[in-house]
């Protein structure tokens, strides 16, 4: 009888597994109360843990083993994934979420059959100034990039070199991912001229730093800005520079060997319901990728401008190793 | 059994973790650095010594092999922020270990309880206490404006003032213990001694209470000294992360520079550094060593 019983404890312990979903997603970007909604309806309990970069993410994924069941990489990370077999294959295009993908986000370069990934937010990458301490325009990435006295000292960028570099890329004119070192020894001037008016290069708590007045601009994300200006009454404004923005879109997708896969594809489904996904639209403030309900959706052009670009918006591409080098070089070199 | 057997078999399981969780990693990093990158981070199994090579030669822009100081002034840089944030942390400590040495049963309890009371609290939360303190408008530019000693300041956070202070605030409690520890074993009737033999109240200090703290400085040294060079929270939050040192250095080659045997590499160089300065130290402690 004890052999059975420790048998079945056994048994048991893989059916237990099944009751837990482990999600690693950007910082603060999953509504709490969708996960909340979500454990009350399946039974299913829900670890969240966040990461404020996709260079996180994907070297977790490479070690191996990281005990995640759901993660939200950007296009660029996510076809690196995929490549490099770290990925599930899910058949995320026969989840009943696939029906609710905005036609324009399915088929894309980073996932072309729709096995891997069902997105979940997309936006912008800029900069956001804060109007009480600078008053001139915000039409060029020239602003931050060679900026005037008022700006000088108080310019805040991510510690990341990622979106940066494609922001000034933007800004000279060099194409994305160029292996050409001419090129990006221009990105790499533009950023170095920059540096002595830069206070930090920090990824962390931008909220309070460019709200409260820390720095005049920061390298920003459309919707974090849109909300610390909607919710808190910064007195910040995201620029529209007119070479462009930095394209984002971050997808669910399932690591390889994940421990519970059928609660991941659940939890995707649940979170691209039209309900669902309006709830967690008006929580995130980041584009939907997928069908909303619109009568409840809280962000128009009228009321969050942020969330809908006037100038045209350049997705990060996937970089070959020579170009990527060329990148970390860059960086390496400016913070050398 | 033996003596012998027991010593052997009792120590076992203390020599298994320490393999497991001590010499099977660092073997597994310095196999990495010398593996050969994965195109996308990862690596792939080999032998290769490209990756310390790069460490001081590097494809400069036009595409030639040159030497680069690049690196070598991030592990200068590095060095040199550890060893003054030895330094200061030393010179502040010895006087506040002295003074809780000297302090009455109860009192001495609470300032020991005091000293490590920092470390009840997440390390991130007492950096991000520091950003309060000198942020813009923060709690000591407040102080000092209302006091009248400035009337307008640059931004005291962001700075390399800022990530000193946070570093010294940081690692000063694990100097305190040990010293306070070598003090508090100081015979009174040695300073009398001294005081007797006409010494000076700076003779006494430099050549009777200095020496026999030394044992405490050396140890406080070593604990301030290593973990610095591995910092990585306080060069980001308050230095601004303008300057890279080793541990953002190897950060950056692990994640946006997907170059794990780079990273690797230089973590070895970190490791070797480390090891350097504990064998220094050791055979410097050892004519030390009490003889009793």
Redesign the interface.
Known sequence: MKRILLATTLLASPAMAEGTLNIYAWSDSIAPELIAKFETESGIKVTMDGFNANEDLLTKLQAGASGYDLVTPSQHFLKIMADEGLLEDIDAHSLAAYQAVDEKWRGQWWDETNEYSIPLAYGTAGFTVNRDQYKGPVDSWKVLFEPEAALQGKIAMLSYPDEIVGAAQLYLGVPFCSEDSAEMKKVYDLLAAQKPFVAAYTSDNIENRIGGGEVAAHFWWDGNSMKTRANEKAPIEYAMPKEGLVGWLDSFVVPKGAANVENAKKFIDFMSTPENATVQYNYYGHSAPVALDLAQAKYTPENAPELFPTVPVEFSRTCSPAAQDLVTKVWTQLLQ | MKPTDFRIWGLAPAWVIMALTLVVPIGIVILVSFAS??????FDWGFSPASYAQILF?ED???NLAFTP??L??IGRTLWLAGLTTAICAALALPAAYTIAQAGGRAKAVLIYLVTLPFWVSMIVRV?AW?IIL???GVLEKTLRSLGLVTDI??L??TNGAMLTGLVYSYIPLMILPVFASIEKLDPALIEASHDLYGSRFTTARRVILPLAMPGLMAGAILVFVPCLGAVLEP??LG?????LMG??IQ????????WPFGAAIAVVLMVLVMIFLMVNALRARPEVPHD
Request: charged share 20%; net charge negative.
């Open positions: 990158r994965g195109a996308y981070g990862g590097e822009w036009d595409g690049q690196y002034s991030i991000y950003i942020g813009n408008d640059d931004s956070l962001f980001i939050l601004g992360g303008k300057a890279m953002n250095l950056t080659q692990f994640g946006g520079g997907r170059n």
